[in-house]
């Protein structure tokens, strides 16, 4: 539910998807979290159930996919608490690994979107215009995994300081920016207001940032 909420709010449809993905994780981190072993339950375990439902599962899908909303999660509101969470989660299952064969490969997208150098792309623009909603269609047209796509809206207010922090212009019609981030910098695409020119400058963008770091997780 929380990685369907992201996927609804990059699409345009509205803030209340990245509060409702906010709220979602945060219920997971204090319901489900084991404090001993470390990862998530599949349901709150009480220590009264009977049988089986007080021993609790970690599906390894599960906590991976909620380790990739939460990175997602970080790249869309900076907060670093998130990609801490993430990185509880890669941890916890980082010893079963060598025994876990191809189950492991949810493991290995989560942590491809932490070891990759992220591509976010904002588009600035009023949500219910044609021209926004274009630009937002065009930057999920061309696929990248590391990619995350976040409407702004110059009206709102949370949004307009963000707009205002990164610098962007917002009076001349609906455009979208597109930057690789890094903990060295960034490293800012051409704004563009043609879906078109988008859809080919996401695809063949590649970052000037060098990064070096012996880690594999370089959100931080």
Do not use: C
């Not at 909620?66 to 670093?80: C, K, M, N, Q």
């Not at 609906?174 to 207001?193: H, I, K």
């Amino acid at each position: 539910l929380a990685a369907v909420s992201l996927d609804l709010y990059e699409a345009g449809q509205g803030i209340a998807y990245l509060d409702r993905a906010e709220s979602l994780v945060k219920w997971a981190g204090e319901r489900l979290s084991d404090s001993v072993g470390g990862g998530l339950w599949d349901a709150p375990v009480y220590p009264d159930a009977l049988g089986n439902l007080k021993v609790g599962n970690k599906d390894v899908g599960d906590n991976m996919l909620i380790a990739d909303t939460l990175s997602r999660l970080f790249l869309l509101t900076g907060d670093e608490g998130h990609v801490q969470s993430a990185e509880r989660l890669l941890k916890a299952f980082q010893p079963a690994v060598p025994n876990l064969g191809f189950f492991a490969a949810p493991i290995a997208l989560a942590i491809e979107r932490m070891a990759n150098l992220p591509l976010v792309v904002h588009v600035v623009g009023a949500p219910a215009e044609e021209a926004t909603q274009a630009l937002v269609a065009a930057a999920h047209r061309a696929y990248r995994f590391e990619r995350v796509v976040q409407p702004l809206d110059p009206a709102d207010e949370d949004d307009a300081a963000l707009i205002d922090q990164l610098g962007y212009a917002t009076d001349g019609g609906p455009t979208a920016y597109g930057m690789f981030v890094s903990p060295q910098g960034e490293s800012r695409l051409a704004p563009t207001q043609d879906p078109e020119t988008l859809v080919e400058t996401l695809r063949g963008a590649q970052p000037e940032i060098v990064v070096e770091s012996d880690s594999l997780i370089l959100l931080r």
